[in-house]
C-alpha cells in the first residue's frame, strides 16, 4: 500500500487462480478505480466501502478469466463503466468458454462501455493507459508518474513475463512491448504484477530470467 495521504494503493489476491486485484483511489475526491477484479466482489466492495471510495471505473489489463470474475458483480452494486482495449474483443466475447477450459465458474459479464486507447489518461489519480501487447492483443500496463507505479497485468512478473502460448498471443510482441515501453520507465518504480509479489523496473532490467534490459 503506497502513502495514503496522497495517493491510495490496495493491492491483493482474488478469485481461484489468485489475481491481483488493485484499488485506485484519491484520497481527497473520493474518487477511484478497481483494476482486474478477478473475483470476490464482497471483498473487493468491502475494501471500497472501508476507504470510503466512490467507483468510477473498473479497468482491466486484459481479457483472459481470472482478471474479469467479478466485474459484472462490481458494475451492478457501483453502476461504474467496464474499461478494455478492443484488441481483447474476441477474448471478451468468449469469456464463457475460457472458464469452461479451465474447470471455473461462469458468472455473466455485460460488454465493456468504453474502449481503452494507448497514452489515454485514465478517470481519476493522473494515470496513463499503456498499450503493451503480447500477452494478448489488447494488453494495457497503467503508469503513475508521481508514486513511480506500474500496473503490469500479466506482461511482466517478478523474473518473469507473461505467457504467449495463449489465443493472441506473441513472445516477439511482449518483448517489444517491455523492452521499448516498460524498461524505459523509471528504474526505482514499483510493478504491481497480475499475480505473485511486487517486483521493481530496475530489478526487472537488471534480473528478469527471460527479458533483460
Not at 24 to 45: E, N, S
Not at 169 to 184: A, C, F, H, P, V
Request: net charge negative; proline share 7%.
Amino acid at each position: 500500500m503506497t502513502d495514503q495521504t496522497t495517493f491510495i494503493r490496495q493491492t491483493f489476491p482474488v478469485g481461484p487462480l489468485q489475481c491481483n486485484c488493485t484499488i485506485i483511489g484519491d484520497p481527497v475526491t473520493k474518487r477511484a478505480f478497481v483494476v482486474d477484479p478477478g473475483g470476490d466482489p464482497d471483498i473487493i466492495l468491502a475494501k471500497l466501502e472501508a476507504l470510503e471510495l466512490k467507483v468510477v471505473a473498473i479497468i482491466h489489463t486484459h481479457a483472459h478469466l481470472d482478471h474479469f470474475l467479478a466485474s459484472g458483480d462490481i458494475k451492478k452494486k457501483t453502476g461504474a463503466p467496464i474499461y478494455l482495449h478492443e484488441g481483447d474483443k474476441f477474448l471478451w466475447d468468449n469469456l464463457e468458454m475460457q472458464c469452461r477450459m479451465f474447470g471455473v465458474p461462469y458468472r455473466p459479464v455485460p460488454d465493456p462501455d468504453y474502449w481503452l486507447k494507448d497514452d489515454e489518461a485514465l478517470p481519476c489519480c493522473e494515470g496513463v493507459a499503456m498499450h503493451t501487447p503480447g500477452h494478448t492483443p489488447g494488453s494495457m500496463c497503467f503508469w503513475f508518474e508521481e508514486p513511480k507505479l506500474l500496473i503490469a497485468g500479466d506482461t511482466l512478473f517478478r523474473r518473469s513475463i507473461g505467457r504467449t502460448d495463449l489465443w493472441g498471443g506473441d513472445y516477439k510482441t511482449i518483448e517489444k512491448s517491455i523492452k521499448q515501453r516498460l524498461y524505459t520507465l523509471d528504474e526505482e518504480a514499483v510493478v504491481v504484477t497480475g499475480h505473485g509479489p511486487d517486483t521493481t523496473i530496475g530489478e526487472e532490467i537488471r534480473e528478469n530470467s527471460i527479458i533483460r534490459g
